[in-house]
């Protein structure tokens, strides 16, 4: 008779860890396969929870408080409940409030999510937590889900308060990424230590204060700056403001705008030197060819450039002529958009298109090629 073969439970790591996009529900199932496959699954599991209801809050919250060792898994948690239309007050049950509450207490937590219904007004519940020292990255999204089909969204936009207060609570706060928020900066009367090294801002609305107060003095750690915006002539000059403030440090600067239109250019003759920078994407703003001889003098160890969207006004010829200059010495990858805004955008043809080919060719520099005689952007 033969031997059963016999499952090699070191494996069971193995097999988790061969994919980062693990279902919640086949976790679960894995977790019921044989007592081996529970403690790994857990730690998986319970590492950064994910919820979406209040009723999912109170459901962790009753499972954390049963099983007080499963609080030591929890690496960091992401929460955005959202109140259905279909509840007339909009306000939380003393039992849900008691949830959020512990749940906002627990010690430990390395990464941070509000959204939903937490992001409003999210210094209220920023305010609230106990441990807020352990908290390395803080994300606040205010993202509005569709009505109707089951979807809920909040009763009023979100927002964010910052101040001297809201700073002194995270000291080793490394990640910030805000977005679709009214964001309202106050200026701090006293400085303060941060040694944030990302900061990621998309879709926000600053209704008062200017952005270099967000982190006062300490921009100097800043590494990773993403800027998504609605309209250039929002954001320019908080942002141009802003790079003088990180100009030493800055590794990667990605800035992209719905509407270009601005009185303000990002890059020109009196910009800040960022000698740091090495990748640089810019989306969505308007480029001439003499905001590349900027860039060329401004970001002179650029090892990626990225310039797409409609509103670049740089014909081939220009980029031929700014290729064979050497301009940006230790460049490696380019990316352009395939058509000139004159306006309007218009695509090159194939022909067109090779000359740009072949002076980046020469400079062996990889350069993002069209997949047909249309533009791509």
């Known amino acids: 008779m033969a031997t059963p073969a016999r499952f090699i439970e070191d494996l069971i790591y193995l097999i988790l860890e061969s994919n980062d996009h693990w279902w919640p529900r086949d976790l679960l199932r894995l977790a019921r396969v044989s007592p081996a496959w529970l403690t790994p699954v857990r730690k998986r599991l ?15 919250a009753r499972t954390l408080t049963e099983n007080p060792c499963l609080q030591t898994l929890l690496h960091g948690i992401d929460i955005r409940p959202s109140i259905g239309f279909d509840v007339d007050d909009g306000e ?36 609230s937590l106990a441990h807020p020292d352990t ?46 928020l009214e964001v309202d900066i106050l200026y701090p009367p006293i400085p303060y230590d941060l040694e944030v090294t990302d900061l990621h801002l998309d879709n926000i609305d600053i209704t008062s204060g200017y952005l270099p107060h967000l982190f006062h003095e300490s921009w100097s ?18 942002l141009r403001v802003a790079l003088d403030c990180c100009s030493l440090g800055l590794e990667t600067l990605h800035y992209e705008v719905v509407d270009a239109r601005s009185d303000r250019i990002l890059f020109d003759d009196a910009s800040t030197m960022l000698p740091s920078l090495c ?30 969207g409609r509103v670049v006004r740089v014909s081939p ?33 194939v022909e067109t298109s090779k000359i740009v080919l072949d002076a980046s060719a020469n400079r062996k520099i990889h350069l993002s090629c069209p997949l047909t005689t249309s533009s791509r952007f």
Request: positive net charge; aromatic residues 10%; contains cysteine.
């Open 221 to 238: 750690s800043l590494r990773h700056l993403s800027v998504i915006a609605k309209t250039a002539s929002d954001f320019d000059e908080h």
């Open 135 to 180: 908290v390395t990255e803080l994300n606040i999204h205010g993202s509005t889900h569709r009505t109707g089909h089951g979807y809920f969204r909040c009763r009023k936009p979100a927002s964010l308060e910052w101040d001297e207060v809201m700073a002194f609570k995270f000291p080793n706060l490394r990640k910030l990424h805000l977005s679709n």
């Open 317 to 349: 010829v220009d980029w031929v002529l700014f290729l064979n200059s050497g301009a940006l010495p230790s460049l490696r990858c380019l990316s352009i958009p395939w058509g000139t805004y004159r306006p309007p955008f218009v695509g090159w043809s």
């Open 279 to 308: 990748h640089l994407r810019l989306c969505g703003v308007d480029i001439q060819p003499h905001t590349l001889s900027v860039i060329q003098e401004v970001c002179r160890n650029l090892e990626n450039l990225s310039v797409t």
């Open 92 to 127: 939380l049950s003393t039992t849900e409030m008691a949830s959020l509450r512990y749940i906002l207490n627990l010690d430990g937590l390395r990464s941070l999510t509000l959204g939903g219904e937490l992001a409003v007004q999210a210094e209220r519940f920023l305010h």
């Open 46 to 60: 319970y590492a950064y929870p994910s919820i979406r209801s209040f009723r999912a809050c109170g459901l962790l």
